[in-house]
């Protein structure tokens, strides 16, 4: 059993008369442990992909299974139960809360699943202290750079010990050289927590740190290969 | 699940708190809309509350189940005279009353008038009135100190008074005036007792402006007219608040037949029942205490109405905030309680600044224009309850569009 398993999933959009089909019968698998890129020009529909899998949209029609499960049957509240379990999500805009510290940012998925407050509080340390951000627990997203703002963002997708971190155009805002660092902690929770990291890029310098790419052109996947495994020799290098 | 949602409670209480900090301006305006409505109520329902009570205890003053015989109109030769114009009532009619009719425990007739009293080299302007042992029964008034005149007293017109407190404080300062002789007409009387102090009447007199003489001695040496044994006034006690229609139909049919008045004449006499007039004062200030508080909710409602329409805007200017929720695992209930709270505690502040308003505003009135107010803990807790009950109504529509957005629309949201 896949961990993620999409089958002939298509999305239409009904814009007034017009319906746009942004998704075209896709079908695909994902297994624990792996790395993936989505790639694609815009409008390619791997949004609506990400989307779809980390369950904050669902398919026109098809079938998503996550662990087995069909999620398409599933009532709101437990797909927020998914999303706060399973799922970590991380944004190109980081979509941090302002005018909320750090730490209370990273505190909400445990928030979320009724964890008391001592918990939540010490587990959040750990996360942000896990991507390097020790120190800064107090700080408010304005009062970071860019890069400490994603980091925030990927310490809680973290906290809640999700087995998928879903990253869309994870650093779409960030310059290269912090960019090439957000990439090599995304590298390392793969390698070290078996953690599925799947991520939506059109830049071939970040799909490049990945072990397996997958192409979108139309709302169809047009390639899915997987490369040599570049990662491990790049950890050992380094 | 609702137990995750309690867990968070207290979580949820420190974020809407946040939220009302960043609009601190927003926030205290909505909450005004609240304030002005509890305090409106608040200070409204203690001035009626006051006057009502107020009422009531001038009704207590007044003495219990009280009926009054007054004279009524006469007509000599075809000519009606005013009513009152014409004694008809007699001392005779009074000792009646009280052998011949059931419902009646106690009488009272009065004769007096005002007039100048001398004590020593001070005098005092007072109402005298002639009586029997029997008003301070009927007017539920003890003696503040010495004893009351007798039957024995009233039949031999001994030259004897009681004296209201406001005399005591005119004529006599602070000396004991039992014992003393005042002259009242220039008659020297002795004072035997001193009535208890009884406050304003339902018509603002001084009810302790008074002195009680035996009747009889105030139809001899006071009050005279050419009608011997007439008297002004009978005041009646009935057995019970029950008895008093009784009482009154008793005495009229008394009285018809003693002054021999035919089946189709009028009486020359009115009986009123005091009582009664006083009671339908008191249910009038209810009725109006009720109109105020009435009047002063439309104003919580309006402060409600704001509530809701700042929370509907809070709602979509955060809905991108709603979508990260959401995206993180915010349930449907999670995002409720959050603005449900948040409208919570706006009322709920409000609502405790209103009470303070409400009874720094029933005090000032009370003490700039003298109206009695009376703030009751029932009405402050109903005012509290109330205001969270608003928050909560007015909450709950906003609250239940966040948590019907769809996350990755929320999210998108711009």
Known sequence: MSLIEVREISKTYHLGDIDLDVLKSVTTTIDQGEFVAVMGPSGSGKSTFMNILGCLDQPSNGAYLLEGVDVGSLSRDYLAEIRNKKIGFVFQGFNLLSRTSAIENVELPLLYDGIHARERHERARMALKNVGLEGREDHRPNQLSGGQQQRVAIARALVNEVPIILADEPTGNLDTKTSIEIMELFVKLNLDSHLTVILVTHEPDIAAYSKRIIKFIDGRIVSDECGEDKNIDRFINS | ?414
């Open chain 2, 1 to 414: 699940m609702i137990l995750t949602n309690m867990i968070n409670i207290p979580s949820t209480i420190k974020i809407s708190f946040r939220a009302l900090q960043v609009n601190k301006m927003r926030s205290a305006l909505t909450m005004l809309g609240i304030i002005i409505g509890v305090g409106a109520v608040i200070a409204m329902v203690a001035v009626g509350t006051g006057a009502s009570r107020q009422i009531a205890e001038q009704i207590a003053s007044m003495g219990s189940n009280l009926l009054i015989v007054m004279p009524g109109s006469t007509s000599s030769g075809g000519v009606r005279m005013g009513a009152g114009s014409q004694p008809t009532l007699s001392l005779g009619d009074s000792e009646a009353i009280l052998k011949e009719c059931s419902s009646v425990e106690e009488v009272a007739p009065t004769l007096g008038g005002g007039t100048q009293i001398v004590f020593g080299h001070l005098n005092w302007s007072t109402t005298v009135t002639g009586t029997t042992p029997g008003m301070l029964i009927v007017r539920d008034w003890p003696l503040a100190s010495g004893r009351p005149f007798t039957q024995q007293d009233v039949k031999s017109a001994t030259k004897v008074c009681l004296l209201g407190q406001t005399v005591v404080d005119n004529l006599f300062g602070s000396q004991n005036p039992i014992g003393q002789t005042i002259r009242i007409k220039n008659v020297p009387f002795t004072v035997m007792g001193v009535l208890s102090i009884k406050g304003q009447s339902t018509q603002g007199q001084d009810q302790d402006d008074v002195i009680y003489v035996p009747v009889t001695t105030s139809q001899k040496k006071l009050f005279g007219t050419q009608f011997p044994g007439m008297v002004r006034t009978i005041m009646v006690k009935a057995r019970s608040a029950e008895d008093l229609s009784t009482a009154e139909q008793q005495i009229t049919e008394l009285l018809r037949q003693r002054h021999h008045i035919g089946q189709k004449q009028d009486s020359d006499f009115t009986v009123r029942n005091l009582t009664q007039i006083m009671q339908a004062r008191e249910q009038s200030t209810q009725v109006m205490t009720l109109l105020l508080g009435a009047i002063a909710s439309v104003s919580l409602l309006v402060g409600g109405i704001g509530i809701m329409n700042i929370m509907l805007v809070s709602v979509t200017e955060r809905t991108r905030e709603i979508g990260i929720r959401m995206a993180i695992g915010a349930k449907t209930w999670d995002i409720r309680l959050q603005f449900i709270i948040e409208a919570l505690t706006l009322s709920l502040i409000g609502g405790v600044i209103g009470i303070i308003v409400g009874v720094s505003t029933a005090m000032i009135l009370s003490s700039i224009s003298g109206w009695a107010t009376v703030v009751s803990l029932l009405s402050i807790l109903l005012a509290f309850g109330f205001s969270g009950f608003i928050g909560i109504f007015f909450g709950f529509y906003p609250a239940y569009m966040a948590s019907l957005l769809n996350p990755i629309d929320a999210l998108r949201y711009e």
